[in-house]
């Protein structure tokens, strides 16, 4: 091994994940790294909203301040979390190349954003997706929804396990009953009238509930223990099942990325949202591992780690965020993509309910991209985006 470098990351499961990618990139390159777990303001505030702990760069500072103290010699960040104010001392050392970016609607089921019922509640932790939900479907509610990737997936299938599992011990229940009866039906004398004729009429009974589907019986709806049914469930649901959520949720959008690098991915139902019709947040699904700028790790971490075109992307992106001056505080979103000699740049300014939008589509010269893309934000800010940005600030 060349060099050891100790690697500080959040102890969450998806950033455990991203550092682990950033780890084994590293050791690719014969470098020996070491992950250090640092608790962060956003990992201690859980009944917060995204947004609300994003004003504070909650889940990057305390990162930072361990490279800057010298505990560590990088940091390991989801690129939409860092702010654009970048501490003097540090620097973006790696950005590494960037998975999809674009948002999903997660449903049990499937359903698609344009077929879910009027008054369907959608949950989301972040200002814009719910804002370009609203401006695509106003009819559809709109809910926060606090939690990492697996307890908002867990918040949006436990009613409809729940109900499941209700209808399945029910039933049980129901045949247990039928049992005891069948039991009691055997202690009657075969030589009695009476009790010849109540089971019979009894029994006449039972098949005329059979018949009509309104028996929940273990032979019937049934084929499985609710222990059986229970053992079937994969871990994901098991967890659900056990969750009491405030709201029900009828569908969730959130980043496809955190689903994919938590595995959840092929565990929901999802329809993949348009980055043209729902452009995501600046820099979402891009990671970046900071370091001190007088490091001897900057050249390692770029040489291993840097994909140039996602470089480029999120700078363009940061650049308009930066210039728009929303931060977290605003509906915003920011996407670029290399094509070319150009990077195409889309943004979206909202209000927080939706109902008014600025926005544009621009292609940048690519050996001028960070001077047009402030050239476009200033566009845009005359536009109305800053009268947008300065009213969430106001409602923040």
Not at 195 to 204: D, M, P, Q, T
Not at 216 to 224: L, P, R
């Amino acid at each position: 091994m060349s060099s050891q470098i100790r690697l500080a990351t959040r102890g969450s499961d998806l950033a455990l994940r991203q550092a682990s990618e950033v780890a084994d990139a590293l050791e690719d390159r014969r470098h020996d790294v070491e992950l250090v777990e640092v608790e962060t303001e956003g990992d201690r505030v859980t009944d917060a909203l995204v947004n609300e702990l994003g004003k504070t760069g909650a889940f990057v500072r305390a990162l930072d301040e361990e490279v800057l103290d010298g505990n560590v010699d990088a940091a390991v960040h989801s690129m939409k979390d860092v702010p654009t104010d970048v501490p003097e001392d540090l620097v973006v050392a790696a950005v590494p190349h960037r998975e999809n970016p674009a948002d999903v609607l997660v449903t049990p089921d499937g359903t698609g954003l344009e077929d879910l019922p009027a008054g369907s509640v959608v949950g989301t932790a972040s200002l814009r997706r719910g804002a370009q939900v609203q401006a695509h479907r106003p009819d559809l509610e709109v809910e926060p929804i606090r939690g990492n990737v697996d307890t908002r997936v867990e918040k949006l299938l436990a009613p409809d396990l729940q109900r499941e599992h209700e209808r399945r011990t029910e039933a049980a229940k129901k045949a247990q009953s039928e049992d005891a009866r069948e039991q009691r039906r055997g202690d009657y004398s075969a030589d009695v009238e009476a009790g010849v004729e109540n089971i019979e009429n009894e029994r006449e009974d039972s098949e005329r509930q059979s018949e009509d589907g309104d028996t929940d019986s273990g032979n019937g709806e049934f084929d499985q223990s609710v222990e059986e049914w229970f053992a079937s469930l994969t871990p994901l649901q098991q967890s659900a099942l056990e969750r009491d959520p405030d709201t029900e949720y009828d569908a969730l959008v959130m980043a496809r990325v955190g689903l994919d690098r938590t595995g959840l991915l092929h565990h929901v139902g999802i329809e993949e949202l348009p980055t043209n019709t729902h452009v995501p947040a600046t820099g979402q699904a891009a990671l970046c591992v900071t370091a001190r700028r007088d490091s001897d790790v900057v050249d390692d971490l770029r040489d291993a780690l840097e994909h140039v075109r996602t470089r480029v992307e999120v700078t363009a992106e940061r650049v308009v965020l930066e210039e728009l001056n929303g931060g977290c505080i605003a509906p915003i979103g920011v996407h670029a993509l290399v094509q070319g000699d150009v990077v195409r740049t889309a943004v979206q300014v909202f209000s927080r309910d939706g109902s008014e939008q600025v926005g544009e589509t621009r292609e940048l010269d690519a050996n001028n991209y960070a001077a047009e893309a402030r050239e476009l934000a200033a566009d845009l800010r005359e536009r109305g985006a800053a009268d947008l940005v300065e009213e969430a600030r106001r409602e923040a």
